[in-house]
C-alpha cells in the first residue's frame, strides 16, 4: 500500500503540474492512488500561487499585479493544460453538434470564438476576485490561492469517481475515469472541505464558515459541468478535466468574494 501511494503521489504530480516527478506506474491502481492524491498536487500548486502574489503586496505593489501573479501561477505549473482544456470543452458545447463530431472539435489545435470568450472571462473573474481579496490584505488573498488551487484538483477527484464513464478509449479521461471509488472520493471531500474551513479558521469563526463553503460552492459548479459534459459527450476527456478544474477554482474564488 505505502508503495501504491508513492506511485499515485508521482501520478498525481507527474500528470497534473509541470514539477520534475517522473511517473513510475500507469496503470487503473496508480491512476486511483493519483487522482485520490489529486488535492495534495493542488496545495502545492495553490502555494507556489499565493507565494508570489503575497510577496508582491508586501514589498508595496499593489493588490492587481499580485492577483495577476496568483492567476498565472497556476498556468505556468500545469502549462496551461486546464485552461486550454476548458477552452476546448468550451468548443465542444458550443458547437451544438453530436457528440462525436463535438469530440472531434475538441481535439483540434486551434481555440474557436467559445473557448476564448469563456478563457476571457474565467480568467477576468480570477483576477478580479484576487484583486479583492488582496485589497483585504496579504493573507486573504494568499488564502484564497491555496483554497482554489486545492478545490480545482479535488473535482478531479471526484471526476474520477466510479459511475463516471470516458467518452474516448485513450487519453488521460480513459486512464482515470471511474477508478475512484465513491467512499474514497467522499472522504477526501470531508477531508479537503474541514481543511478549507481549517485555512478559513485564521479569519475567526465566520471565515471558516465561509472558507468551507466555498470549497463546497466549487465542487457543486464543478459537478454540473460535469454531468452536462457527460451527457452531451457520452463521458468525459481530458479536456473535460481541465474545465472541470477551472471552474471549480472560479466558483470557489467567486465565492469567497460574495458575502
Given at each position: 500500500?505505502?508503495?501504491?501511494?508513492?506511485?499515485?503521489i508521482r501520478?498525481a504530480?507527474?500528470?497534473?503540474?509541470?514539477?520534475?516527478?517522473?511517473?513510475?506506474?500507469?496503470?487503473?491502481?496508480?491512476?486511483?492512488?493519483g487522482?485520490?492524491s489529486?488535492?495534495?498536487a493542488?496545495?502545492?500548486?495553490g502555494?507556489?500561487?499565493?507565494?508570489?502574489?503575497?510577496?508582491?503586496?508586501?514589498?508595496?505593489?499593489?493588490?492587481l499585479?499580485a492577483a495577476?501573479?496568483?492567476?498565472a501561477?497556476?498556468?505556468?505549473?500545469?502549462?496551461g493544460?486546464?485552461?486550454?482544456g476548458?477552452?476546448?470543452?468550451?468548443?465542444g458545447?458550443?458547437?451544438?453538434k453530436?457528440?462525436?463530431?463535438?469530440?472531434?472539435?475538441?481535439?483540434?489545435?486551434?481555440?474557436?470564438p467559445?473557448?476564448?470568450?469563456?478563457?476571457?472571462?474565467v480568467?477576468?473573474a480570477?483576477?478580479?476576485?484576487?484583486?479583492q481579496l488582496?485589497?483585504?490584505?496579504?493573507?486573504?488573498?494568499?488564502?484564497a490561492?491555496?483554497?482554489?488551487?486545492v478545490?480545482?484538483?479535488l473535482?478531479?477527484t471526484?471526476a474520477?469517481?466510479?459511475?463516471?464513464?470516458?467518452?474516448?478509449?485513450?487519453?488521460?479521461?480513459?486512464?482515470v475515469?471511474?477508478?475512484?471509488?465513491?467512499g474514497?472520493?467522499?472522504?477526501?471531500?470531508?477531508?479537503?472541505?474541514?481543511?478549507?474551513?481549517?485555512?478559513?479558521?485564521?479569519f475567526?469563526?465566520?471565515?471558516?464558515?465561509?472558507?468551507?463553503l466555498?470549497v463546497?460552492a466549487?465542487?457543486?459548479?464543478?459537478?454540473?459541468?460535469?454531468r452536462?459534459?457527460?451527457?452531451?459527450f457520452?463521458?468525459?476527456?481530458?479536456d473535460?478535466?481541465?474545465?472541470?478544474?477551472?471552474?471549480?477554482?472560479?466558483?470557489?474564488?467567486?465565492?469567497?468574494?460574495?458575502?
Open positions: 500500500m505505502t508503495s501504491l501511494n508513492s506511485h499515485g501520478f504530480f507527474g500528470t497534473l503540474t509541470v514539477l520534475p516527478v517522473r511517473v513510475t506506474r500507469w496503470d487503473r491502481g496508480a491512476a486511483r492512488a487522482m485520490l489529486a488535492p495534495l493542488g496545495l502545492v500548486v502555494l507556489l500561487a499565493a507565494v508570489p502574489g503575497a510577496l508582491l503586496l508586501l514589498l508595496g505593489s499593489g493588490p499585479l495577476v501573479a496568483s492567476a501561477v497556476p498556468a505556468v505549473l500545469t502549462r493544460l486546464h485552461l486550454d476548458l477552452a476546448d470543452t468550451a468548443d458545447l458550443g458547437s451544438g453530436p457528440a462525436a463530431d463535438a469530440l472531434r472539435i475538441m481535439k483540434q489545435s486551434d481555440i474557436g467559445f473557448g476564448v470568450i469563456t478563457l476571457l472571462f480568467l477576468l480570477q483576477v478580479a476576485v484576487l484583486h488582496y485589497g483585504e490584505g496579504w493573507a486573504h488573498g494568499a488564502v490561492a491555496v483554497v482554489a488551487g478545490t480545482a484538483r473535482a478531479l471526484l474520477s469517481r466510479q459511475g463516471v464513464p470516458p467518452a474516448r478509449p485513450e487519453g488521460l479521461g480513459a486512464a475515469a471511474g477508478t475512484v471509488p465513491t474514497a472520493a467522499a472522504a477526501v471531500t470531508v477531508a479537503v472541505v474541514a481543511a478549507g474551513s481549517g485555512a478559513g479558521a485564521v475567526g469563526g465566520y471565515g471558516a464558515l465561509h472558507h468551507g466555498a463546497v466549487g465542487l457543486m459548479a464543478a459537478q454540473l459541468l460535469l452536462h459534459c457527460v451527457r452531451r457520452g463521458g468525459v476527456t481530458g473535460v478535466f481541465g474545465a472541470v478544474a477551472e471552474t471549480a477554482a472560479t466558483a470557489a474564488l467567486v465565492a469567497l468574494a460574495l458575502g
